[in-house]
Structures are given as structure tokens and as C-alpha cells.
């Protein structure tokens, strides 16, 4: 699935980002390498996301949301 389809409270670990280089060595700095858990903590206006990683929080336009390629993740707080 994609982050544009997760909806507030979900958590979802990234798996792939399908973005040009540049960005995705920019969601690479961030933080929103595949491998991390992000917790979804907002729902944007023509989906886009903001998304919680630690005590960051990052809002991720669609563009961005449908190309981020997610597995959810079970059991996790996102305290």
C-alpha cells in the first residue's frame, strides 16, 4: 500500500520510495529511509500526510504519499 492511504493513528514501516534521486536522498536525511516506522498523524487536504518519526513531525504532500511504498505496522505507540 501506499502512506496516501494510511489514515490518522496508523502506523506503517516504509519499504520503498519510488522519487527522483534528489528527493529521495532528502526523505534519506530526514529520516524517511525504507526500513523506518512512521506513525500517520494527520490527514491533509488532497492527500497528503503528516507523519510522526520520533518526536519529528514531517507533512508529506501527495505527490510524495503515493510514491512512498508502506507495510503497516502492528501493536506500535505512537507516543
Wanted: hydrophobic share 35%; glycine share 16%.
Amino acid at each position: 500500500m501506499d502512506l496516501a492511504e494510511g489514515t490518522p493513528g496508523d502506523a506503517a514501516r516504509a519499504v520503498r520510495i519510488d522519487l527522483d534521486t534528489a528527493m529521495r536522498r532528502r526523505c534519506r536525511g530526514l529520516g524517511l529511509a525504507p526500513g523506518s516506522v512512521t506513525h500517520v498523524t494527520h490527514r491533509g487536504g488532497l492527500g497528503g500526510r503528516e507523519v510522526g518519526l520520533g518526536t519529528d513531525r514531517f507533512a508529506l504532500d501527495s505527490w510524495a504519499c503515493v510514491r512512498r511504498y508502506v507495510s503497516p505496522v502492528q501493536g506500535l505507540d505512537p507516543a
